[in-house]
Nanobody, 124 residues
Framework: QVQLVESGGGSVQAGGSLRLSCAAS????????MGWFRRAPGKEREGVAV????????YYTDSVKGRFTISRDNAKRTVYLQMNSLKPEDTAMYYC?????????????????WGQGTQVTVSS
């Protein structure tokens, strides 16, 4: 059974840090790309970060560059999103996703599997 299970969300004050984890089961972890997306109330879903399985390169949306880091631990079949210097505008539900045969992996439509989400709330 394919599963992506996120954890690590919570409430933090502005300037604080959180680390999100995404445990992947099955062959999903070998997908071409693993990504983190977020959706804030009343806003469109937004791609936050991507890590490419082949060369472990990464991509970040401009608003999180220099603050967020995506990484993966193959032994644990887990993808992480380290979030530092959090801002109130980072408040959202965060989702982990896997794109088995993704191309750029920067659009949600390329992703085949999704986790249930974990809430991140940043207060000012």
């Amino acid at each position: 059974q394919v599963q992506l299970v996120e954890s690590g969300g919570g409430s933090v004050q502005a300037g604080g840090s959180l680390r999100l984890s995404c445990a992947a089961s099955g062959y999903v972890y070998s997908s071409r790309c693993m990504g983190w997306f977020r959706r804030a109330p009343g806003k469109e879903r937004e791609g936050v970060a991507v890590i490419y399985t082949g060369d472990r390169s990464s991509y970040y949306t401009d608003s999180v560059k220099g603050r967020f880091t995506i990484s993966r631990d193959n032994a644990k079949r887990t993808v992480y999103l380290q979030m530092n210097s959090l801002k109130p505008e980072d408040t959202a539900m965060y989702y982990c996703a896997a794109a088995v045969y993704g191309d750029s992996c920067r659009t949600a439509s390329e992703y085949n599997y999704w986790g249930q989400g974990t809430q991140v709330t940043v207060s000012s």
